[in-house]
């Protein structure tokens, strides 16, 4: 954990040059018709949850190459947490994975991450891989399979989840499924989606009245032919059938190439039914990369949507942003921290696109102008608003800067290692 004296150190080095830069940002806005500080307000209150899983070095089917200083519970990993929300001010949400990071007393791990300053978000279900000692097999299907007994056992996993969500101060329980199939007329695709529905039903009905349902889709990986939750509209369908509770997770690396995500967007904004968000980058397909490191300018156009929607007040929009990567390379405290800055960083821009100006060249069909308007947002440097939303926060100017001057990453790798090797299982 970083004291508030060191923090206010790091930041006193900095904050002459910075009121300079967030004075001259401030200038450039205002001639634009524009108010900055209205912006930089909008930043200060954006939030990111921190998935539970994201704390520990990935890998590939290939291999793994773990790093110094790995969380070897789950209660470390709240700590390595309250680190990124300390130098961020952004990340004061935890997205709990079950089983994977299941605690013995929930209460104790929720009065834990409460004395870090953390609550926690959405739970996550997992019934993409079987367990040990697990008394049926989700090898063909969880929540669709053909088996009346495995249907029951993946629903009560997920009834569990929610009892376990309920002591943790949650308010989502996240649903991804694997559930699909390798080869034509290996599956009946209405049945299983109908099996799919009904399954979800039931869960659905022991929702808590305060608690939303989040279904994510995805069009491949593991099953290749085809999946039962294969895109956005498979995910709308259930949540439509389901009830108010029921929304739909967009995952940025669940879609194939060169789909219009933010397009997609803007349909369950429409339709009153986005619920959130698993925000990551691709190269090639789910690559779970840095947020901001493939396609920053796709990831504006997103929050592009979303600010657009909150300035129209769209009825139920309260969409839940959280991240999910798998960090192989890179520190994962690091990369997380990354993240939220390119969050941060494209909320910021999306803020400053000039709506009425844009609206009117919409209507009138200038086609350059409008580009021109989504441009001269995307290429301001909103850097000194997003610093400015950080210190108001209580954060770091510079928030990885501090995090490698700090040596916090030494001091984990001598402090962790008592016990063995944390090995995190693959990620959603």
Request: one cysteine or more; charged letters at 20%; glycine letters at 6%.
């Amino acid at each position: 954990m970083f004291t508030v004296e060191v923090i206010g150190s790091h930041n006193r080095n900095r904050v002459e040059a910075h009121q300079q830069d967030l004075d001259h940002l401030g200038e450039l806005v205002a001639r634009r018709g524009q108010n900055i500080e209205a912006v930089v307000s909008s930043v200060t209150s954006f939030e990111c949850a921190i998935p539970s899983w994201a704390l520990g070095t990935g890998g590939t089917r290939f291999g793994r190459f773990p790093g110094a200083g790995e969380p070897r519970n789950v209660f470390e990993k709240m700590e390595d947490i309250a680190v990124i929300h300390q130098l961020t001010g952004s990340a004061s949400t935890v997205s709990l994975h079950i089983p994977w990071d299941e605690p013995d007393d929930p209460a104790e791990l929720r009065d834990h991450a409460s004395a870090l300053n953390l609550g926690f978000d959405a739970v996550n279900s997992n019934t993409f891989q079987d367990q040990a000692d697990q008394p049926v097999s989700f090898k063909f299907g969880s929540l669709c399979h053909t088996d009346a007994d495995v249907r029951r056992f993946a629903i009560d996993h997920n009834l569990h989840t929610i009892e376990v969500g309920k002591t943790l101060g949650s308010n989502a329980l996240t649903v991804w499924l694997a559930d699909g199939s390798n080869f034509p007329g290996q599956s009946h695709f209405r049945k299983a989606f109908d099996r799919t529905l009904s399954s979800l039903s039931e869960i659905y009905t022991h929702l808590p009245d305060d608690w939303q349902m989040f279904t994510e889709h995805k069009p491949y990986e593991p099953a290749f032919y085809s999946s039962v939750v294969q895109d956005w509209g498979s995910s709308l369908m259930l949540a439509q059938r389901l009830g108010k509770k029921a929304k739909c997770l967009v995952d940025l690396g669940h879609h194939l190439p060169n789909a219009n995500v933010e397009q997609i967007v803007s349909r369950l904004v429409s339709a009153e039914k986005l619920g959130g968000f698993h925000f990551n980058d691709s190269m090639y397909g789910d690559d779970d990369l840095t947020t901001g490191s493939i396609h920053p300018y796709q990831l504006f156009l997103v929050f592009n949507e979303l600010v657009d929607a909150a300035h129209d007040r769209v009825e139920g929009f309260e969409p839940s942003y959280m991240l999910d990567q798998s960090h192989n390379l890179k520190d994962p405290i690091e990369a997380l921290i990354q993240s939220i800055v390119a969050l941060q960083r494209a909320f910021a821009k999306a803020q400053l696109v000039d709506r009425e100006a844009l609206a009117g060249f919409q209507q009138s069909n200038d086609v350059l102008m409008a580009e021109e308007t989504m441009k001269t947002a995307f290429e301001t440097d909103v850097s000194p608003i997003i610093r400015e939303a950080r210190l108001r926060n209580g954060g770091a100017l510079e928030p990885l800067a501090l995090f490698r001057e700090s040596g916090y990453r030494a001091a984990l790798a001598a402090k962790r290692t008592s016990a063995g090797e944390y090995v995190p299982p693959q990620n959603l």
